[in-house]
């Protein structure tokens, strides 16, 4: 049973309104929140646009379990079945990625799904409870193409196993546009299928003129999956009451999860399904928006070279609500890490972490509730709860180094911008210290504040045995590398 009686509104894609989360919760004190996320396609490394869209989850996820929300947290891996094209045209990205690096598939998916695991964490973006792979998954997505085919579903062509879109009522019912409309001027590279919006199921090796080094037999022929039948199959094994949130970026509203929700509908009729669709906007580059195949990508791990603190990309997508277009330029993100620094800086040096939920006096919580709480529980409203932090930092005269303390640490539960770390813009990029180091430099400040100078000169010795110089300033504590 969750303690609070608190709950988030979310923009529910598919009833174009806001929806109480507690709405579709499961568990006998509805306090389960079946969680699934569309992950990365592993065929390359995921860049900052990609990390717009799982900073959102990261921040959803965050709020969530801060109300009290037991959230079982699933993301799939696509490395089986994405074409280059979003409709059935192209090839699979994975196949490209393999014959770009001259690689196989596995080493490909393998090597891109540890750098999106490193990526995250530099952006301090928590993993999901669940990572599933397609490929670790085909039987049962052949077997929800079977039940597709016995209920009536499905026709199969030379090329493959199709979906009938035909038979679903409301097909286009998450984006909300007319079929037509949404077929207009698409490329349609499949002429056999009955209608333009039909999807592949299954795909045969038969015919094929490109490499293709993935292949599983099923009752059809040879061949891999589609790529909408992955998240329908894991989504289904891995959130057996059903899924609470569904989220996404926006360009799967139109293909990819208006037929992954197809085939939900198709084979468990209403028994089964997702309860509420919600997707962030892009990041965009000028017009453009930030994607994989452009070429023009930056990696949270190439900001330290550009000078820029990771972190300072997190707090720049604070800035920006998930449902709008974030702009992004290295000159906004410049400006994003000074404020960044500055805010650490200030937090780091003025503030302690107060670790577990310390209660405060009844004015002060009503301020945390009013000027930060109730802005996110009303559909993510980041930049508003950030412009409180920012303000807050500027007064801190005007609260008890307690009561701002207590606050601050709060807002950090959902942020998580390291603000009680120590941070020198002379010195080293805190991203770059060994999580050991860091953990004994804060050690150090805790043992100084208690006045436990001996204990402090212990860690000074240990961390220049670590190859880390630590001095005293009139802003805390400085770090330097140690070089020979
Ligand atoms: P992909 O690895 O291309 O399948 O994309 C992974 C996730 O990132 C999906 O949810 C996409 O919708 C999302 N995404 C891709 N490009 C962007 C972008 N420029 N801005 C925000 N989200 C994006
Ligand atoms: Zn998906």
């Not at 404020?339 to 650490?344: I, M």
């Not at 770059?432 to 400040?445: E, F, T």
Request: net charge negative; hydrophobic share 35%.
């Amino acid at each position: 049973m969750r303690n609070t009686n608190l709950d988030l509104l979310l923009y529910d894609t598919l009833t174009r309104r806001k929806r109480s989360v507690g709405t579709v919760s499961f568990g006998g004190g509805s306090d389960i929140i079946n969680y699934y996320s569309c992950g990365p396609t592993v065929y390359h490394y995921a860049h900052l646009g990609n990390m717009r869209a799982y900073l959102f989850n990261d921040i959803l996820v965050r709020v969530l379990r801060v109300i009290d929300y037991k959230v079982n947290y699933v993301m799939n891996i696509t490395d089986v079945g994405h074409l280059t094209d979003d409709g059935d045209d192209g090839e699979d990205k994975l196949e490209v990625g393999a014959n770009r690096e001259n690689r196989t598939v596995l080493e490909v998916s393998e090597m891109y799904t540890e750098a999106f695991k490193e990526d995250i964490d530099i952006l301090n973006i928590a993993s999901p409870d669940i990572m599933c792979k397609a490929t670790d998954n085909i039987a049962e997505q052949l077997s929800m193409i079977k039940t597709l085919e016995k209920k009536g579903y499905t026709y199969v062509i030379s090329s493959g196993v199709y979906f009938d879109t035909s038979k679903i009522e409301d097909y286009t019912a998450l984006s909300g546009v007319k079929l037509e409309e949404q077929m207009d001027g698409k490329r349609v590279s499949v002429l056999d299928k009955k209608t333009a919006s039909d999807f592949c199921l299954w795909r045969f090796n038969e015919g094929i003129t490109s490499n293709r080094s993935m292949s599983w037999s099923s009752p059809w022929g040879n061949g891999v999956p589609g790529w909408h039948i992955e998240c329908s199959a894991m989504g289904h094994k891995y959130c057996k009451e059903g899924i609470s949130i569904h989220t996404g970026g926006e360009d799967h509203i139109a293909v990819h999860h208006t037929n992954e929700r197809a085939q939900n509908i198709g084979c468990y009729g209403g028994d089964w399904g997702v309860k509420m669709w919600v997707h962030n906007a892009h990041m965009m580059m000028g017009e453009k928006k930030m994607s994989k195949s452009s070429g023009d990508i930056i990696r949270p791990s190439d900001l330290d070279e550009l000078g820029i603190h990771p972190l300072s990309f997190r707090l720049l997508t604070l800035q920006s609500h998930y449902r709008k277009q974030m702009k992004f330029s290295i000159e906004l993100l410049k400006v994003a890490d000074k404020l960044y620094k500055k805010l650490r800086h200030k937090i780091s040096t003025e503030l302690e972490f107060y670790p577990s939920k310390l209660k405060l006096d009844l004015d002060h919580e009503d301020i945390y509730k009013e000027r930060f709480l109730e802005p996110i529980l009303s559909d993510l409203n980041t930049a508003k709860g950030l412009s409180f932090l920012i303000e807050l930092s500027k007064n801190l005269d005007r609260y008890s180094k307690k009561t701002a303390s207590i606050i601050v640490s709060r807002i950090e539960e959902i942020f998580q911008l390291d603000l009680f770390k120590i941070i020198d813009d002379n010195d080293l990029n805190l991203s770059s210290i060994p999580i050991d180091v860091l953990k004994l430099i804060d050690s150090r400040k805790v043992a100084k504040e208690n006045g436990d100078y001996k204990e402090a000169d212990v860690i000074r010795n240990r961390l220049s045995l670590l190859g880390y110089k630590i001095t005293d300033t009139s802003s805390g504590q400085k770090v330097q590398k140690i070089t020979i």
